[in-house]
């Protein structure tokens, strides 16, 4: 079968390898309709992802088609539309016994620790495929995960009805976090460098947008939350300057979601923190919420369209690493299908 492998840093190829087969009883074998680049696969392009090991195949946005099942899999038939989890938890360790598997100290994501869906076929365990109805596109199903992305910020930063969220970064992630938040009731302001995302941003939803490179971020939260400063701030950048920022735009008692990652060294902003008795959470692909986000991506469907911007054909792909370069000035989501030709 064809599929995308980085071998190395840098290096991308469409190789030929062997498909894989459903070994366990448990396992499903997916044929890959449609997988969604993210931020993080441009990361383990380039050899930026603390995660990663090489060679891999990436892909951890997926949408496909069950094409055969484990003698123990009965929840799903071949001939089923599928999105995939891609979180595998060991299921012993303290994260999983208190049942937050998605940060397992074993943890292992589909397209980042083990091979993903940038192939034509895909073999997992059932616990991570969920049915989705036929007529969601397999180029919007691959947001289910990055929706629950959204919906795991959310629930770590506790996101209610009362809170003036800010969301640093309107970029997929980002625009996933604010359909999250505007869902639970919050009051979201979302900024940005790129016009376009702020765009999407106002589409999406958000009761206010900002500009920071045009204007003042720190007195715009001010302005939005009558002085206060934000009650949660939920940083989708994963850069040091905005992650140090993040802890200045928060309240006191308020609290803090770290979703963008990075592999520089961070200031630790003792003080605010302290001072503030800021609440302060990292967040880790999602714990469970495949099936609330199968429901969200399905509901905003004519939403998500505008943000899938770009669709590349799988069998034509000659040159992999074009998918991987980086898209500045857009929201852009790139997905890569086997299915519209
Ligand atoms: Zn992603
Ligand atoms: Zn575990």
Same mark, same amino acid.
């Given at each position: ?12 190829a ?32 380039r ?14 946005e ?6 055969a099942?484990?003698r ?9 539309r ?22 397992c ?8 620790h ?24 397999p ?6 995960e990055?929706?629950s992305?959204?919906?795991q ?5 506790r996101?209610?009805?009362d809170?003036k969220?800010?969301i ?6 980002g625009?996933?976090v604010?359909?999250?938040?505007k ?18 941003? +106002?589409?999406? /939803? @958000?009761d206010r #947008?900002?500009?920071?490179q045009q %204007?003042?971020?720190? =007195? *715009?939260v ?12 939920? +940083?989708a950048? /994963? @850069?040091?300057? #905005?992650?140090?920022?993040?802890? %200045?735009?928060?309240? =006191? *008692?308020g609290?803090?979601?770290?979703l ?17 008795e ?8 999602n ?16 939403l ?13 792909l ?24």
């Amino acid at each position: 079968m064809r599929a995308v492998v980085i071998s190395k840093p840098g290096r991308a190829a469409v190789a030929e390898i062997t498909p894989p087969q459903t070994t366990a009883p448990t396992d499903v074998l997916i044929r890959t309709l449609a997988v969604g680049i993210c931020g993080s696969d441009v990361g383990i392009f380039r050899g930026k992802s603390p995660f990663v090991t090489y060679p891999r195949i990436p892909g951890h946005e997926l949408a496909g088609e069950v094409v055969a099942v484990g003698r123990d899999v009965t929840h799903i038939a071949p001939g089923a539309r599928v999105v995939v989890d891609p979180v595998i938890s060991c299921g012993s360790c303290y994260a999983c016994r208190v049942g937050r598997a998605n940060c397992c100290a074993n943890l292992r994501v589909v397209g980042v620790h083990v091979d993903g869906g940038m192939a034509e076929y895909l073999a997992v365990n059932r616990k991570q495929v969920y049915p989705v109805s036929n007529s969601l596109p397999p180029h919007l199903a691959v947001m289910c995960e990055p929706m629950s992305i959204g919906l795991q910020a959310c629930v770590r930063g506790r996101i209610c009805e009362d809170d003036k969220l800010v969301i640093i970064g309107a970029g997929s992630i980002g625009l996933m976090v604010l359909l999250a938040a505007k869902a639970k009731g919050a009051q979201v302001l979302i900024s940005d460098i790129v016009p376009y995302r702020l765009q999407l941003a +106002e589409e999406f /939803g @958000a009761d206010r #947008t900002v500009n920071s490179q045009q %204007s003042d971020l720190f =007195a *715009a939260v001010s302005r939005f939350t009558d002085g206060e400063g934000a009650s949660v701030v939920i +940083e989708a950048v /994963g @850069a040091p300057s #905005t992650i140090s920022q993040a802890f %200045s735009l928060a309240c =006191a *008692a308020g609290r803090v979601v770290i979703l963008g990652i990075t592999n520089q060294s961070i200031e630790f902003p003792l003080q605010k923190i302290i001072g503030r008795e800021l609440d302060v959470y990292g967040s880790r692909v999602n714990n469970g919420l495949f099936p609330q986000a199968i429901e969200m991506v399905e509901r905003h469907q004519s939403l998500l369209a505008k943000l899938v911007n770009e669709i590349v054909d799988f069998h034509s792909l000659d040159d992999a690493t074009r998918i991987f370069l980086d898209r500045p000035g857009e929201a852009g989501k790139l997905v890569v299908t086997t299915c519209y030709r």
